[in-house]
Nanobody, 113 residues
């Protein structure tokens, strides 16, 4: 199983980014999909997840600013990030569960003026 994430970059505070992630190579149904992030000096933390039934969970720090969605047919998950803050700076990792945990390679998001 391979996960291809993109969409990271440098953005000013208050700006927006959209992170897409596409899964390929899975022979089984993809259950949960989501995004995690790791900031410098911190452990990896959950940002948002979405289940096969479209149940969604967000970290408290991103509620109201980030939106996760998925396209089941395209085996893709998206993270729309609005009103970005410097503390959102991190490497963002795409995640899926498909009879096992799979992670993307990470995409850097930097929020700075």
């Amino acid at each position: 199983v391979q996960l291809q994430a993109s969409g990271g970059g440098l953005v000013q505070p208050g700006g927006s980014l959209r992170l897409p992630c596409a899964a390929s190579g899975s022979r089984f149904v993809i259950g949960s999909m989501g995004w995690y992030r790791r900031s410098p000096g911190k452990e990896r933390e959950l940002v948002a997840t979405i289940t096969l039934a479209d149940d969604i969970k967000y970290a408290d720090s991103v509620k109201g600013r980030f939106t996760i969605s998925r396209n089941k047919a395209k085996k893709s998950v998206y993270l729309q990030m609005n009103n970005l803050k410097p503390e959102d700076t991190a490497v963002y990792f795409c995640y899926i569960y498909s009879r096992g945990d799979y992670w993307g390679q990470g995409t850097q998001v930097t929020v700075s003026s």
